[in-house]
């Protein structure tokens, strides 16, 4: 089974301040993927990787950006964080190959106070 | 400009009964499509996929249905089950190779099994 594990469940940050969340993942897929869901919006792509140190927008990039270092790790920072970037966060790994489903985490849900 | 449209909000079926999930979009490169299941506080998880070269694919009491002219895709499921009461995400994503490319989702129907 694929494990994808996200540092934390709930964070409490202020306004301002520099966010790190986390994903890990113990498949060795070549993709990761930062998204968000917000109610009513569904999920969308923040962004995505295909491999070490590579990195792509998604649909709604602005105000955050990415790190991947090792393969296994994908992490999501809020630069500056503000208030409309309270939400759930989701990571989601797949093979690197074509039509491969996501595997999504548990999730992070941030709130910016 | 919402590329994946999943029209019911909500949908309440009786248990043992098909529920029928639907869902539309507009992109015409969108090659594979996936259904997903979600559970309050946890992350979506992968039910069933359909690639554009199929129209049906099947997995247990749960099958896909895509007709591609219509840029419609259904997802059945029977018989139903209390445990199936969850929010349903349709997803599609145009491959160019790789697999690394992010999934377009809708916005989900709430399904409610009744006892």
């Known amino acids: 089974d694929v494990k994808v594990t996200q540092s934390s469940r709930y964070l409490v940050k202020r306004t301002g301040e520099k966010v790190f969340l986390e994903c890990v993942q113990d498949m060795d897929h070549e993709n990761m993927f930062w998204y968000r869901q917000d109610p009513g919006l569904g999920l969308r792509l923040i962004y995505f990787?295909?491999?070490?140190?590579?990195?792509e927008k998604g649909d709604i990039p602005e105000g955050y950006s990415v790190s991947r270092e090792k393969k296994e790790r994908f992490s999501l920072i809020l630069e500056s964080a503000s208030t409309n970037q309270t939400s759930m966060y989701l990571c989601?790994?797949?093979?690197?190959?074509?039509?491969?489903?996501?595997?999504f985490g548990d999730g992070t849900r941030l709130s910016i106070l | 400009d919402q590329q994946v449209k999943q029209n019911s909000p909500s949908l309440s079926v009786q248990e043992g009964r098909i529920s029928i999930l639907n869902c539309d979009y507009t992109?015409?490169?969108?090659?594979?499509f996936l259904w997903y299941k979600k559970y309050p506080a946890e992350g979506p998880t992968f039910l069933i996929s359909?690639?554009?070269?199929?129209d049906k694919n099947e997995d247990g009491r749960f099958t896909v249905f895509l007709n591609k002219s219509a840029k419609h895709l259904s997802l059945h499921i029977v018989p139903s089950q209390p445990g199936d009461s969850a929010v349903y995400f349709c997803a599609a994503s145009a491959e160019t190779g790789g697999g690394a490319d992010g999934l377009t989702f809708g916005k989900g129907t709430h399904l409610i099994i009744q006892p």
């Open positions: 359909i690639s554009s070269i199929k």
């Open positions: 990787s295909y491999d070490v140190k590579m990195k």
């Open positions: 989601a790994t797949s093979a690197g190959y074509s039509n491969q489903p996501q595997h």
């Open positions: 992109n015409s490169m969108f090659d594979y």
